[in-house]
């Protein structure tokens, strides 16, 4: 575009003076003056350089004009022969100097004011750079170059070429590689993912003793690890559910046949419909209602539907007053009660009606195990981190191993089942969800005076 600025400013000064551009619509020869009197001297024949004709102009008549013959009986002077064909020496034309900057006039167009085309080739690519051509500081035309599309010569086209075979081929080798890597890599991590895939449909189906025998230490090998633990949890609720349901299905039935077994007897005549007969069956209903209804309240604790009225209340004042409600029960048991708790202090966000009830199912732990006469301990301690209350009462103790299954539903120490002594062992399982329920814990130890320790963390206010 810099080559082209003399030739707008010639432009410009030849517009001036004709006043429009009727001098230059295709006029080519008035556009080769312009050009030749723009560039410099050097570049003036490169760019304009006409080849001269190769073939011999023709005669008004159309036969080509042949070399001039003598007339008829004219001969040459002697010694004036011409050389023979052969030595003379042929004529050529000069050689054309290249034409190395045509393309670029012959890529210049003059436009005039309303875009329509003055001189040079009808403009087809929107990409071309423009110059105004101005006159008395109007717009009176545009000079436009539109861009070379000829800009590579054989040699880059070959060049070209071949880059792009060998990058093609390049490409198809890498795509080779990549595969013949990617092959054993891709079922390396496959395989661990369809044993994964297998062992998940077998639990699924209920198979819960299959599990991934092998595994590496990555993401994978995690996930396989995970898979046999859900496998190992999987089987013991598995367990804990067909023993819950025997152990429901036992406790229902005794009490059941119990009853079965009275009224056949009322029914055949074996026994007489007395106060005595009938109070049996009333106990047995109160021992089945009692059943149904911890099992009741156990299942809403579970699902959480229980319902809490939390206040702030001072817990050694409600441990006070249930012992001083149930006075004349612990006496009759035989049972000696010992209280040390403080006289107050001992402030928790609870509710008092559940607290109460799980005063009331350790307790009737403690009178239903405890050996007559026996000793019950119940103290209150507070410190920096909450409030405690353990409870200790003394011999029988529990075993050390039965602790972690004592808080399992249906769960009793002795197998017997003996009901004379035992409930249905669902006491201590309310217990517990009673005690999470006021974000608190509850633990078991060997009491001082030789029976069952309990021990229950409460957070203070």
Request: charged share 25%; proline share 7%.
């Amino acid at each position: 575009m810099e080559k082209a600025l003399p030739i707008l400013e010639k432009l410009e000064s030849t517009y001036k003076n004709h006043g429009n551009w009727e001098f230059l619509k295709h006029n080519s020869r008035q556009w080769r003056k312009i050009v030749s009197s723009s560039l410099p001297t050097d570049e003036q024949q490169l760019t304009l350089a006409e080849p001269r004709p190769s073939f011999r102009p023709e005669r008004p008549d159309g036969r080509r004009n042949a070399r001039r013959q003598p007339p008829p009986g004219a001969e040459r002077p002697p010694g004036n022969e011409p050389p023979p064909r052969a030595e003379r020496h042929t004529r050529t034309e000069p050689p054309q100097p290249p034409n190395q900057l045509t393309p670029f006039v012959m890529r210049l167009t003059v436009l005039d004011a309303d875009n329509q085309l003055v001189f040079g080739r009808p403009l087809r690519d929107s990409k071309k750079l423009e110059k105004t051509i101005t006159s008395d500081g109007k717009k009176v035309g545009t000079l436009v170059l539109t861009p070379d599309i000829n800009f590579m010569d054989d040699r880059a086209i070959e060049f070209l070429s071949k880059q792009t075979r060998d990058l093609g081929l390049a490409a198809m080798l890498v795509i080779f590689l990549s595969f013949l890597i990617a092959l054993p890599f891709a079922r390396h991590l496959v395989l661990p993912i369809q044993r994964i895939n297998r062992v998940t449909h077998l639990l699924a189906s209920g198979n819960y003793e299959t599990k991934i025998q092998r595994y590496s230490n990555d993401e994978i090998g995690g996930l396989a690890r995970d898979v046999n633990r859900l496998a190992v949890t999987l089987k013991k609720n598995e367990i804990s559910r067909q023993k819950w349901i025997a152990d429901i299905s036992h406790e229902l039935r005794t009490p059941l046949a119990i009853l079965q077994g009275e009224l056949d007897a009322l029914i055949d005549g074996i026994r007489k419909v007395t106060p005595e007969t009938l109070n049996s069956l009333k106990q047995e209903l109160n021992r089945l209602n009692a059943l149904v209804q911890d099992l009741h309240e156990l299942s809403l604790s579970d699902m959480g539907a229980l319902s809490y009225n939390k206040e702030n209340l001072d817990l050694t004042e409600l441990i006070r007053e249930f012992f001083e409600s149930h006075e004349g029960h612990i006496n009759a048991s035989q049972i000696q009660l010992s209280l040390n708790i403080p006289d107050s202090g001992a402030t928790l966000f609870a509710d008092g009606n559940r607290l109460d009830q799980l005063a009331k199912n350790l307790l009737q732990n403690t009178l239903r195990y405890t050996d007559k006469p026996g000793e019950l301990k119940v103290s209150v301690e507070k410190n920096t981190y909450g409030i405690n209350l353990i409870w200790e009462d003394s011999s029988p103790g529990v075993p050390p191993a039965d602790y972690p299954y004592l808080f399992e539903r249906l769960y009793r120490v002795e197998k017997s089942r003996n009901r004379a002594k035992g409930g249905a062992g669902l006491g201590m399982a309310i217990c517990k969800n009673i005690v999470e329920a006021h974000e608190g814990d509850i633990s078991l130890f060997q009491s001082s005076l030789g029976g069952l320790g309990i021990k229950i963390y409460f957070p203070s206010v």
